[in-house]
C-alpha cells in the first residue's frame, strides 16, 4: 500500500491545486451551487424562511434549477401550474420551497426545472414496513433484536457526539457549511449502516445514488450552465462529496447568496473549513472503497502541503481492514482554531471511534495552517500530528 500511495503521489504532485476542484478550464465547467431545503420548515424559520430563500435564488440568477420532485410527477404538476398557476400534487405540495417560491421564481427568472428525485410512494410504503419490521410493533418482536440493541446503542452515542458539536442549525450559514454536513453525515451513519439494505431501494446510501443518478445525468444534459440543486439539507453532504472531485464542475459556495453572506467568511471559520475539507481527504485515503477517490484526494493533501510535509504524511496512509461503514467513519471533535499570528493558525480536532466511551480523552489531530492563496484551500499545512 505504502507503494502505490508513492507513486499515485508522484504521479500527481505537479498537477496544479487549482485542478481538483475547478477543473483545469473553468469556462467549460458546469457552475452548481447546492442549497439545503428544509422544507415546511421555510414557512416559519425566521432566518430560512421563504423570502430569504426566494431572495437567495434571485442573487444566484440560475440557468436550470434541480428540484426534489419525482420525474414522472413533473408533467402534471408543469400542465396545472401553466393552466391555473397552482400546485395540485399531493406530494410537491409538501414543498413550499416549490410551491411558493421555484415555480413562481420559473416564470419571473425563466430558469428550465428538472426534477431529479428517485423517491416513490411505494418505497415509502416499503421503507415503513421495514422499519416496523426491524424495530417490532405492538402486535410483532424485532426481526433481529441483537442488530435492533446495536442500532439503539449507537444512535445514542452518535446524539451525544453530534451534541456536542452545538451546530445552530437555524442558520441558514451554517446549514451551508462544513460543520453542517459533517454532523449531518455522522448523525445518519447508524441508520444507513443498520438499515440500508433492509429498507432497499429506499435505503438511505440507495436513495441518494438513484437521486444523485438523475443529478449528473442533469448536469451532462447542461454542461457549461449555472445548475442550483434544490434537496432536503440532509441530502447535501451526499451530493457535495461527489460533485467536489469532478474536474467538469465548479462548486460555488451559496453562502455569499444568502441573508447575511454579504460579508466574507471570518478567517476562524475558512480555518475550520479547511481542518474538515483535509479530513474528508484522509477518510477517502483511508476508508472509502474503491479508488475512484483516491487520486483527487490525494492530489489534494498533496497540494496542501510542501513537499517534504507531503511525503511522509500521505505514505503513512493506510486503507482500513475492517470495512465497516458505522464503525470505519471518522468521528471528529470540534475544531479548535488558534490565531498565533496573522494569517498563521494552530489547530486541533479529536478523532474518535464510534461507541468508544465519550467521557475519555481521544487521541487528537494537531496542526499548523499558515495562510497561503497558493494552496487549494488558501492554507498551507504543516507541523502535522494525526493518529493513525
Not at 100 to 111: C, T, W
Not at 113 to 138: D, N
Not at 312 to 317: H, Q
Request: charged fraction near 25%; include cysteine.
Amino acid at each position: 500500500m505504502k507503494l502505490l500511495l508513492l507513486l499515485l503521489l508522484l504521479q500527481v504532485g505537479t498537477q496544479p491545486a487549482a485542478s481538483v476542484a475547478q477543473g483545469e478550464d473553468e469556462d467549460k465547467a458546469t457552475e452548481v451551487v447546492v442549497l439545503g431545503m428544509i422544507h415546511g420548515g421555510h414557512r416559519t424559520s425566521e432566518q430560512w424562511g421563504l423570502d430569504p430563500l426566494r431572495e437567495a435564488i434571485r442573487r444566484i440568477q440560475p440557468d436550470v434549477v434541480l428540484c426534489e420532485i419525482p420525474p414522472d410527477r413533473w408533467p402534471g404538476v408543469l400542465e396545472v401550474w401553466n393552466a391555473k398557476h397552482v400546485i395540485e400534487d399531493d406530494r410537491v405540495q409538501r414543498f413550499p420551497e416549490y410551491t411558493d417560491v421555484l415555480l413562481p421564481l420559473m416564470d419571473e427568472l425563466g430558469f428550465a426545472v428538472e426534477p431529479c428525485a428517485a423517491w416513490t410512494s411505494e418505497m415509502a410504503a416499503e421503507r415503513r414496513e421495514a422499519i416496523a419490521a426491524f424495530e417490532g410493533t405492538e402486535e410483532t418482536e424485532p426481526e433481529d433484536p441483537d442488530a435492533l440493541k446495536a442500532y439503539e446503542q449507537a444512535e445514542a452515542w452518535t446524539a451525544q457526539w453530534a451534541e456536542a458539536q452545538m451546530v445552530n442549525d437555524a442558520d441558514p450559514l451554517v446549514i451551508h457549511s462544513r460543520i453542517y454536513d459533517h454532523v449531518t453525515k455522522g448523525s445518519l451513519l447508524a441508520y444507513d449502516h443498520w438499515l440500508n439494505d433492509r429498507i432497499g431501494a429506499g435505503g438511505w446510501t440507495n436513495i441518494n445514488q438513484a437521486h444523485y443518478a438523475l443529478i449528473e445525468a442533469a448536469l451532462e444534459r447542461h454542461a457549461g450552465k449555472r445548475v442550483l440543486i434544490t434537496f432536503g439539507a440532509g441530502h447535501k453532504y451526499w451530493f457535495l462529496e461527489q460533485l467536489r472531485w469532478r474536474e467538469d464542475v465548479r462548486l460555488l459556495d451559496p453562502r455569499p447568496f444568502l441573508p447575511g453572506g454579504d460579508e466574507p467568511l471570518g478567517e476562524r471559520v475558512r480555518v475550520e473549513e479547511e481542518a474538515y475539507a483535509m479530513a474528508e481527504c484522509v477518510w477517502r485515503c483511508w476508508y472509502d472503497t474503491g479508488d475512484v477517490y483516491m487520486r483527487p484526494a490525494l492530489t489534494r493533501i498533496h497540494a496542501s502541503m510542501d513537499p517534504h510535509d507531503a511525503m511522509p504524511f500521505v505514505n503513512g496512509l493506510r486503507r482500513s481492514t475492517q470495512r465497516s461503514t458505522f464503525l470505519d467513519q471518522e468521528w471528529l471533535g470540534p475544531i479548535l482554531a488558534r490565531q498565533d499570528e496573522a494569517g498563521a493558525w494552530s489547530v486541533s480536532f479529536e478523532v474518535r471511534r464510534a461507541l468508544s466511551p465519550l467521557d475519555e480523552e481521544p487521541p487528537r489531530v494537531h496542526a499548523s495552517l499558515v495562510e497561503d492563496e497558493r494552496r487549494p484551500g488558501g492554507y498551507r499545512w504543516t507541523a502535522i500530528q494525526w493518529p493513525r
